[in-house]
Structure formats: structure tokens, C-alpha cells
């Protein structure tokens, strides 16, 4: 129904791209994407503040860059994106996160061939079960990415995010959760998280759709173990987010090895990351054809069409 034939003006200097232009059918969807309104983008200093303990860590830093829905549809139409998943941040104030959603929403509606939006807020706020409902009902496509950047999926956290599963189950919409490795070097947004609490957050909510931000951690490798691990998490898909800076690009074979190539994501962070590193990661990888075509971008379609 997206699918576009013969595009001529996406990126065709892009090597992935124009492989698959060749064949004359071609969707690009990026399934993790940031924006910000400009009230908030031209004000940072007065936003995002210590209030804000999620959001505040990793944006007190100027340098930490923030768009708006123009400047993200001019990349994406540079470098071959066709569609993108767009929410906030974990906003903590009420006042943000609806500000932040109704701007998805508003951007959504004026770009709908080019966003898919979803609601984006800290599940911790008083309201925030309210606002995921109202956002559903304005046409939000899945709730995320939602995260606990100083914390772990403790017993807590958990019962607060099997809540917000309840409010998406019958809808058949999926949710976003930031997730990270475990080891490794530290950065902003690196949370204490464990794979086993997230493991039994999976566990406590099998039928809910997933998406598990950053290739969940690492998390799905240990579908190589007991079919239960693989079972429990027969409805987690994973995003590309960030891996540039996370993982080696042989990554990508050794997930193929372990899960089906309908469980990858396209999804840059952006802006983050631009489109272009995640291209280059995947040619590097030898990817099959096929298997970027559908990560790239039918994975993500089908996801949203499944009931």
C-alpha cells in the first residue's frame, strides 16, 4: 500500500538504495526517530531542566541536537527515507510531554505519507495512562520510546509498563522501550538496566507487540539457548538504533543466525545518527539483498499490520 514504484529521487548515489532500485520497488522506513517542537528546541535551557531526570542526563548538553519535523523531512528525502516513526522524549512534565505529543500528532496529520507517530512520555507521571489513551485515540500508531535511563526494570517499573501493555493489547499496537548492553563503555543514556528484569518484563507480557530499542541489549542472542527464551519472546521485534556506535557490523550475521530476518528494524536515533551510517554498516555486513529489503523496511510494515 507505501510502496512506491521506480523512485527516482531518493538517493540513488546511495549504494543500498540503488541496488534495490534496480529491481524498481523500494520502502525505506525508519522506526526510531526524535523530534522536538521549536518552543522547546529554541528554550532547551528553560525545558530541559533537573525536573526532567529522564531527558535531562542526556540533553543538558548542547551539543545533544534537536529537530523538527522540516529539518528530518529534508533527510530523510536526501537520503532515501520514505517514511518515519517520529516521537518525543520522556518528558516527566505534563506540560511537555502533551506539548511533545500533540506536536507529533499535529506534524503527523500535515505529513501523512511521510510520519508514523507515536506517544512518548515518562510511564512514571500521574497522568501518563491518560495521555497514552488520548494519544491512541488521536491516531498515535504505538506508545515509545519510553525509558527508564537511571534505573532498572525492577518489580515496580515493570507493574507500571504491564499497565500501558494492557492499553495497547486489544489495539495490536506496539511499544518502544529503550534498552542497552549491559558491559561495555559508559555514555549518555546508558542505563543500569539488567537483561533478566527486562526478560521478565517480557515474560510477564508475552502478548504484546515489543520493540526493543538498540537491538535489545543483546538480549535476543540468548534465543540461541532454551526454546523457552525464543518462545517468551515470539512478539519482540529490535531496532538498529545507534548499533554504528554500539556494535561491529558482523553483528548482523551473527543475529541472522539466531533470529528471523522479519525481527530487525530499520532505526537511526536520529539525529543521532543520520540514515547514510546505517547504509554503509550494512554493506559492510554483505547483508542478502532480501534481507536489507525487509529490514529496511517491510519488517516494519508487516509489524504494523499484524493483528
Given at each position: 500500500?507505501?510502496?512506491?514504484?521506480?523512485?527516482?529521487?531518493?538517493?540513488?548515489?546511495?549504494?543500498?538504495?540503488?541496488?534495490?532500485?534496480?529491481?524498481?520497488?523500494?520502502?525505506?522506513?525508519?522506526?526510531?526517530?526524535?523530534?522536538?517542537?521549536?518552543?522547546?528546541?529554541?528554550?532547551?535551557?528553560?525545558?530541559?531542566?533537573?525536573?526532567?531526570?529522564?531527558?535531562?542526563?542526556?540533553?543538558?548538553?548542547?551539543?545533544?541536537?534537536?529537530?523538527?519535523?522540516?529539518?528530518?523531512?529534508?533527510?530523510?528525502?536526501?537520503?532515501?527515507?520514505?517514511?518515519?516513526?517520529?516521537?518525543?522524549?520522556?518528558?516527566?512534565?505534563?506540560?511537555?510531554?502533551?506539548?511533545?505529543?500533540?506536536?507529533?500528532?499535529?506534524?503527523?496529520?500535515?505529513?501523512?505519507?511521510?510520519?508514523?507517530?507515536?506517544?512518548?512520555?515518562?510511564?512514571?507521571?500521574k497522568e501518563a495512562l491518560k495521555e497514552i489513551e488520548r494519544c491512541l485515540k488521536e491516531g498515535a500508531m504505538g506508545v515509545g520510546e519510553l525509558a527508564f535511563y537511571s534505573s532498572d526494570f525492577d518489580s515496580r517499573k515493570r507493574a507500571i509498563l504491564s499497565e500501558v501493555a494492557d492499553l495497547v493489547r486489544e489495539r495490536s499496537l506496539p511499544i518502544l522501550i529503550h534498552t542497552n548492553e549491559e558491559v561495555g563503555h559508559n555514555y549518555s543514556g546508558k542505563s543500569p538496566m539488567t537483561l533478566r528484569n527486562l526478560y521478565l518484563l517480557i515474560k510477564e507480557n508475552q502478548n504484546v507487540k515489543w520493540i526493543l530499542a538498540h537491538l535489545g541489549g543483546g538480549l535476543p542472542f540468548f534465543c540461541s539457548l532454551k526454546k523457552e527464551v525464543k518462545e517468551v519472546m515470539r512478539n519482540c521485534w529490535f531496532d538498529t538504533a545507534a548499533m554504528p556506535f554500539l556494535y561491529h557490523p558482523f553483528v548482523y550475521n551473527i543475529f541472522f543466525l539466531i533470529m528471523d530476518k522479519e525481527k530487525l528494524l530499520f532505526g537511526t536515533d536520529y539525529p543521532l545518527l543520520p540514515p547514510k551510517r546505517y547504509y554503509k554498516e550494512f554493506e559492510k555486513a554483505k547483508l542478502d539483498e532480501k534481507v536489507k529489503k525487509a529490514v529496511l523496511g517491510e519488517n516494519f510494515i508487516k509489524l504494523l499490520g499484524q493483528k
Open positions: 500500500m507505501w510502496f512506491l514504484k521506480n523512485k527516482k529521487s531518493f538517493c540513488e548515489k546511495c549504494p543500498l538504495v540503488g541496488m534495490v532500485l534496480k529491481r524498481g520497488l523500494i520502502m525505506v522506513v525508519d522506526s526510531h526517530v526524535h523530534i522536538v517542537p521549536k518552543k522547546i528546541r529554541e528554550n532547551r535551557h528553560k525545558y530541559v531542566t533537573e525536573k526532567e531526570k529522564e531527558v535531562f542526563p542526556i540533553y543538558k548538553d548542547p551539543k545533544a541536537k534537536m529537530v523538527g519535523a522540516e529539518e528530518l523531512i529534508n533527510t530523510m528525502d536526501e537520503e532515501g527515507v520514505d517514511k518515519a516513526v517520529i516521537f518525543g522524549f520522556p518528558w516527566s512534565s505534563k506540560e511537555l510531554y502533551q506539548l511533545n505529543n500533540d506536536y507529533v500528532l499535529e506534524v503527523a496529520e500535515k505529513y501523512r505519507d511521510r510520519f508514523i507517530p507515536f506517544c512518548c512520555l515518562d510511564v512514571e507521571s
